[in-house]
């Protein structure tokens, strides 16, 4: 069976089934499992399919996520839910920290919350340097270049300034979660900003509403237990047991 055949088999057997193991999907395509798991990349890519370890899971169009919305537009979406996982997370910042604040809407509502004056921020955001400096807060800003969907510094650059560098703290945003993707985001020099920072931080979250945890997105940049997660409250109660999630307003 040729590849274009193939692809197109896979995603009508998935979207019937809701989901396929590799080796089903090896049996109905008459194929090897190391070729249909090639394929399930390519198609993962191609948003038509969603790959977890062992097979694929039906998406729809809704779910995943190719490229990023403006800032401006993400501003609007899930505000409250963003404020409250925010306002827990400013609370874990304490004076001596060297803390990482990555770009986006959800961090942002993070340096909003801030009041913790006397520890020292690094921030690959524009907007959020500038409301550090007008709090008062040490704050340092990598080079780079600003993406003008996000504001967030990209690039080589970016990556080798922060490479230097060791957090004992961080906070990041992602567009997509989940136990078998991880923290997914669309775009690949961003993708590296974020994961390049969050190896070097010794206690890193990632500040997520539920929303997130229905959508996946082109890259992942950091596996789904190299973080704790803040979010609100979860209907999918078996992402809980994973024991790395925090739920604000469910627990003391």
């Known amino acids: 069976?040729?590849?274009?055949?193939?692809?197109?088999?896979?995603?009508?057997?998935?979207?019937?089934?809701?989901?396929?193991?590799?080796?089903?999907?090896?049996?109905?395509?008459?194929?090897?499992?190391?070729?249909?798991?090639r394929d399930l990349v390519t198609l993962h890519q191609q948003g038509r399919l969603r790959r977890v370890r062992g097979g694929a899971v039906k998406v729809s169009p809704s779910e995943f996520i190719i490229s990023d919305?403006?800032?401006?537009?993400?501003?609007?979406?899930?505000?409250a839910e963003k404020r409250a996982i925010a306002?827990?997370?400013?609370?874990?910042?304490?004076?001596?920290?060297?803390?990482?604040?990555?770009?986006?809407?959800?961090?942002?509502?993070?340096?909003?919350?801030?009041?913790?004056?006397?520890?020292?921020?690094?921030?690959?955001?524009?907007?959020?340097a500038q409301k550090l400096l007008a709090k008062g807060c040490r704050t340092l800003l990598p080079g780079g270049e600003v993406k003008s969907e996000?504001?967030?510094?990209?690039?080589?650059?970016?990556?080798?300034?922060?490479?230097?560098?060791?957090?004992?703290?961080?906070?990041?945003?992602?567009?997509?979660?989940?136990?078998?993707?991880?923290?997914t985001t669309p775009e690949f020099s961003e993708a590296a900003v974020k994961q390049i920072a969050l190896e070097q931080t010794t206690k890193p979250y990632v500040l997520c509403d539920s929303s997130k945890f229905s959508k996946v997105s082109l890259i992942t940049f950091a596996d789904f237990d190299r973080a704790t997660v803040i979010t609100d409250y979860l209907e999918d109660r078996s992402i809980c047991s994973v024991g790395n999630v925090y739920e604000v307003g469910r627990q003391s």
Request: charged share 15%; hydrophobic share 40%; with cysteine.
């Open 69 to 79: 919305q403006s800032f401006v537009w993400r501003q609007e979406l899930h505000m």
């Open 87 to 128: 306002a827990y997370a400013a609370t874990l910042i304490g004076p001596d920290e060297f803390v990482f604040i990555d770009a986006g809407t959800t961090t942002e509502c993070l340096v909003d919350a801030i009041t913790e004056t006397r520890a020292i921020y690094l921030t690959n955001s524009v907007p959020h």
């Open 150 to 183: 996000t504001l967030a510094l990209v690039g080589a650059e970016t990556v080798n300034h922060i490479r230097r560098y060791h957090f004992t703290m961080g906070f990041w945003g992602t567009n997509g979660a989940g136990v078998e993707t991880g923290f």
């Open 1 to 37: 069976m040729i590849a274009v055949s193939r692809h197109e088999r896979i995603v009508q057997l998935v979207n019937e089934n809701g989901s396929m193991t590799l080796s089903d999907l090896a049996e109905a395509t008459g194929t090897s499992e190391s070729t249909i798991r």
